[in-house]
């Protein structure tokens, strides 16, 4: 069976037709009638698909804890995405609150719609007060 699908990999978004037998990406090629890649692909569209079925993909949150609780050199482990957008939730006020907005950086991705990065890029300007943002799509 043939998908068309857009290529997650970066902002070029090259459009790309996979094969799929056994609910499996079995290879990739690129889509001629896509006017932005005219069937060419780079190495991370033709071949970068592995991990869609990998076994060892994550598929929920991991929060490094030790006795319950995050820790640097604690023990990966699942967590809920509340959880983890908790963590990470207080983790950026925390260096904000000691080291200001600039001590963190926003790099986003091209998996990402051009909305979802233009909300994030708001967000790292209006609420975390910095001007460091970066994206994938740089090529
Ligand atoms: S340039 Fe490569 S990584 Fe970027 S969208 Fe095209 S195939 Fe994907």
Redesign the pocket.
């Known amino acids: 069976m043939k998908k068309s699908v857009v290529?997650p990999?970066?902002g070029?978004?090259?459009g790309?037709e996979l094969e799929i037998r056994d609910n499996k990406i079995v290879s990739a090629e690129g889509n001629v009638n896509n006017p932005v890649?005219e069937g060419h692909?780079?190495l991370?569209?033709r071949y970068g698909w592995d991990y869609v079925s990998a076994k060892d993909r994550l598929k929920t949150p991991m929060i490094r804890k030790k006795n319950g609780t995050f820790s640097r050199d604690g023990v990966l482990q699942p967590a809920s995405w509340d959880e983890a957008l908790g963590l990470i939730t207080s983790k950026m006020k925390q260096v904000k609150n000691d080291f200001g907005g600039d001590a963190i950086v926003g790099n986003f991705s091209a998996r990402s719609t051009v909305e979802e990065n233009y909300l994030a890029q708001k967000f790292m300007r209006a609420v975390l007060k910095t001007n460091n943002v970066d994206h994938c799509a740089r090529?």
């Open positions: 290529c990999y970066c070029t978004g090259c790309i890649n692909i780079c991370k569209g090529i």
